[in-house]
């Protein structure tokens, strides 16, 4: 996963398709309208207005579309970041958030700043939607009582759609096979996915938090869905040009690779950083507390082709069949005394 996403000049991220939006392999909120990107400002304006450094960092910001929508929401909120840093790893999609940005934000080009480590410290806001997905996570199968990493093999009877690979197993390491014990259920022939690198980060991110909150949007669950034992075959699933599908050996390095986000393994590495959850709620009932409806009445009379454009995109955004429930919103947070707008309508914090 990490080759086939991150190995420079082929890897998924790291090479020249399109990727996200209408021409590439998916879509994700901020792309499909800024609108959500509005919305998602009044949360982090509650935030800014915590702290006093007013910084927002967001990690991996694709195309560069949800900075430009949150940059001009907190600006109708008069409430513009001190600076609005980007970690973002793949230098194709830096080129990209800069045109975007240079079209979209002309205007806050002062305030933008990529950077190509963790800062050693932060004092304001953190947003990363669909980041953790994309962070290469293991494999592991429980077989027998024993644990198992699945791996790529190369065989030459496969076929050629695979590009001659194929899964193959090992004894999974010490460290894993205890974390797989501690979370999978006691059900034979078990795959699912273990992700410490997003855990790491996670934690990473929060010992550097000074003050401020982080938000995390992915698709995902807590652990006990996640490591539900009728889901046996895990979570790995590929994109590519909006089709989905559970074969990472075809087209490597032009698909999108991704497993869903176990947030309670994410809570976790926020608490062993000193982070308190500030909140977990599904999408929906977040974007409906910072006022999507209201963003969506901005746009137009009902009946003007925009209204209606948008109105589609705010359906796919909180419907249930859509990304209102799968995708959920994790808050980990420093400071006391920050608002939660986009909270305030539902808490899931005891599922995690
Ligand atoms: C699925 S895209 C989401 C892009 C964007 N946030 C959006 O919602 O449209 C995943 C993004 O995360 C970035 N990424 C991957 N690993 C990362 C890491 N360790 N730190 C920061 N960003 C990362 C990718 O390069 C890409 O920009």
Same mark, same amino acid.
């Given at each position: 996963?990490?080759?086939?996403?991150?190995?420079?000049?082929?890897?998924?991220?790291?090479?020249?398709?399109?990727?996200?939006?209408?021409?590439?392999?998916?879509?994700?909120?901020?792309?499909?309208?800024?609108?959500?990107?509005?919305?998602?400002?009044?949360?982090?304006?509650?935030?800014?207005?915590?702290?006093?450094?007013?910084? /927002?960092? &967001? #990690?991996?910001?694709?195309?560069? @579309? =949800?900075?430009?929508? +949150?940059?001009?929401? *907190?600006?109708?909120?008069?409430?513009?970041?001190?600076?609005?840093?980007?970690?973002?790893?793949?230098?194709?999609?830096?080129?990209?958030?800069?045109?975007?940005?240079?079209?979209?934000?002309?205007?806050?080009?002062?305030?933008?700043?990529?950077?190509?480590?963790?800062?050693?410290?932060?004092?304001?806001?953190?947003?990363?939607?669909?980041?953790?997905?994309?962070?290469?996570?293991?494999?592991?199968?429980?077989?027998?009582?024993?644990?198992?990493?699945?791996?790529?093999?190369?065989?030459?009877?496969?076929?050629?759609?695979?590009?001659?690979?194929?899964?193959?197993?090992?004894?999974?390491?010490?460290?894993?096979?205890?974390?797989?014990?501690?979370?999978?259920?006691?059900?034979?022939?078990? /795959?699912? &996915? #273990?992700?410490?690198?997003?855990? @790491? =980060?996670?934690?990473? +991110?929060?010992?550097? *938090?000074?003050?401020?909150?982080?938000?995390?949007?992915?698709?995902?669950?807590?652990?006990?869905?996640?490591?539900?034992?009728?889901?046996?075959?895990?979570?790995?699933?590929?994109?590519?040009?909006?089709?989905?599908?559970?074969?990472?050996?075809?087209?490597?390095?032009?698909?999108?690779?991704?497993?869903?986000?176990?947030?309670?393994?994410?809570?976790?590495?926020?608490?062993?950083?000193?982070?308190?959850?500030?909140?977990?709620?599904?999408?929906?009932?977040?974007?409906?507390?910072?006022?999507?409806?209201?963003?969506?009445?901005?746009?137009?009379?009902?009946?003007?082709?925009?209204?209606?454009?948008?109105?589609?995109?705010?359906?796919?955004?909180?419907?249930?069949?859509?990304?209102?429930?799968?995708?959920?919103?994790?808050?980990?947070?420093?400071?006391?005394?920050?608002?939660?707008?986009?909270?305030?309508?539902?808490?899931?914090?005891?599922?995690?």
């Amino acid at each position: 996963m990490e080759l086939a996403l991150y190995s420079p000049g082929l890897g998924y991220y790291a090479a020249g398709a399109t990727k996200l939006g209408h021409a590439g392999d998916f879509t994700t909120a901020p792309e499909m309208t800024p609108l959500f990107g509005h919305a998602a400002a009044k949360q982090v304006a509650a935030i800014l207005a915590a702290t006093e450094g007013r910084q /927002v960092l &967001e #990690l991996g910001a694709g195309t560069g @579309a =949800l900075a430009a929508s +949150l940059l001009a929401g *907190l600006e109708a909120a008069s409430s513009l970041p001190s600076h609005y840093l980007i970690l973002e790893p793949s230098p194709d999609l830096r080129e990209r958030q800069r045109a975007t940005l240079a079209t979209q934000a002309p205007h806050h080009a002062a305030v933008v700043e990529w950077i190509d480590t963790l800062p050693a410290s932060v004092d304001g806001a953190v947003i990363a939607n669909e980041v953790l997905d994309a962070i290469p996570t293991h494999v592991v199968r429980r077989r027998q009582g024993a644990f198992f990493e699945r791996g790529v093999a190369i065989a030459p009877e496969a076929s050629p759609l695979h590009h001659g690979f194929v899964w193959d197993e090992r004894p999974a390491p010490a460290r894993l096979a205890a974390l797989a014990q501690s979370r999978f259920p006691e059900v034979d022939d078990y /795959v699912s &996915e #273990l992700n410490p690198a997003a855990e @790491a =980060l996670v934690e990473h +991110l929060g010992r550097r *938090l000074d003050s401020g909150a982080a938000l995390f949007i992915d698709y995902g669950f807590p652990a006990h869905e996640y490591y539900h034992p009728q889901r046996a075959a895990g979570t790995l699933m590929c994109h590519y040009r909006h089709r989905a599908h559970d074969d990472p050996f075809v087209y490597p390095g032009l698909t999108d690779i991704t497993a869903h986000v176990n947030f309670s393994a994410m809570a976790s590495a926020g608490k062993r950083a000193g982070l308190e959850v500030g909140g977990f709620v599904a999408q929906a009932p977040f974007l409906l507390g910072c006022d999507l409806l209201e963003g969506l009445a901005a746009v137009g009379p009902p009946e003007s082709v925009p209204y209606i454009k948008a109105a589609s995109q705010v359906q796919k955004l909180l419907s249930p069949a859509e990304m209102g429930e799968l995708f959920k919103v994790l808050a980990l947070s420093r400071s006391p005394g920050i608002a939660w707008p986009g909270f305030a309508l539902a808490d899931r914090r005891h599922r995690l």
